[in-house]
């Protein structure tokens, strides 16, 4: 039983992750954003949320992550800036808090002494394939202002490792979705105006993703920080299953029962020089050295995610592009 912070905790992926961890019996201290209204995000839904220690303040303020950090053995890092359009719209908000606030992790890991620290990535930070599926030795390219801030974090934490030792892991999701998850991301886009009974409002229908269920992803992240081997490195969380985002939303029509009429909308498209157009993933490495086993497939994990939508349509604006 170790103490964990988990920051981003209020998040989708955050969130999922606290469940698991908990539910392993863990103390998690749950790091949140400030805010007036002492509101706790997703935490707010889980029946748990009492079992954990729950601490206000911001991932860009040095002082808060260092005392939030104190007294724990393993940090999971998932607070970050992660909608890439709106990483067009401020740029600099997305290097204030994904590369300066992982730099406040960091260093509070390394002066505090932790024993494990688990850094997110994306797999936005390799861009358009140049090869597939993509193993964790790819080139990086950052597309966007967002990616860019993401390579800048992770090159960070691996300059900890390399100059300080500090005990770092980097886990690189692909294409993560399911219940809690923001109306940003495509799939909550597509199952919102379907059930709507509008027509599906996307940008490039080309592109191809390679998803993984939320729960997959949190049992993969506890997978890495419980290998020690791992330590200093990369790795890949994913399927080795592409699908394009056309085809993607034609399989979410199926499963509804209802016909989606597409419409390409062009302030949902990608600057043609910024757009990822292929992802998929090589996750050999996180099967040799872990017994991390997906357990959804993508339909599977569909289906759980659209019966949570029906109950929770409330929630979302499917009339609204999300940025």
């Known amino acids: 039983m170790k103490k964990i912070l988990l920051t ?26 400030y805010n007036s209204k002492n509101h706790w995000g997703w935490l707010e839904e889980l029946p748990m949320k009492g079992d954990m220690e729950v601490i206000a303040g911001d991932i860009r303020d040095y002082d808060s992550v260092w005392r939030a950090m104190k007294g724990c053995d393993t940090v ?11 990483s067009y719209i401020s740029p600099l908000a997305y290097i204030r808090t994904n590369i300066e606030g992982t730099y406040n992790l960091l260093e ?29 030795n790819h080139p990086l390219l950052g597309k966007s202002p967002y990616s860019a801030s993401k390579i800048g974090a992770d090159q960070l934490a691996l300059s900890y490792y390399l100059s300080f030792k500090t005990p770092m ?18 799939i909550p886009t597509v199952i919102t105006q379907i059930l709507s009974g509008a027509p599906v409002r996307l940008g490039n229908l080309a592109p191809t993703r390679d998803f993984t269920f939320v729960r997959d ?13 791992l330590e200093g490195q990369v790795t890949n969380i994913g399927m080795n299953h592409e699908i394009s985002i056309g085809d993607l ?43 991390w086993r997906p357990r959804y497939d993508l339909e ?24």
Request: proline fraction near 5%.
């Open 217 to 229: 992803t949190a049992d993969g992240f506890i997978a890495i920080a419980n290998c020690p081997d």
């Open 300 to 323: 599977k994990g569909l289906t759980e995610t659209i019966d949570w939508m029906k109950k929770h349509r409330e929630l979302y604006k499917p009339e609204i592009y999300n940025v």
């Open 108 to 136: 509070s890991a390394r002066v505090l002494g932790l024993e494990n620290v688990i850094v997110t990535s994306t797999s936005e930070t390799y861009g358009t394939a140049k090869y597939v599926p993509i193993d964790e």
């Open 76 to 86: 999971f890092h998932l607070a970050a800036l992660i909608g890439i359009p709106y």
């Open 169 to 186: 892991k980097i886990v690189r999701p692909f294409n993560t979705y399911g219940p809690r998850q923001s109306a940003r991301a495509v």
């Open 8 to 33: 981003g905790a209020a998040g989708f992926i955050g969130s999922h992750l606290a469940e698991r961890l908990v539910g392993q019996e863990h103390i998690v201290r749950a790091f949140v954003r």
């Open 249 to 291: 939303a034609g399989l979410i029509s199926r499963i509804v029962g209802r016909p989606a009429k597409i419409v390409t909308e062009e302030e949902r498209v990608r600057p043609e020089t910024s757009e990822v157009e292929r992802l998929k993933c090589d996750n050999r490495k996180i099967l040799s050295f872990t017994a």
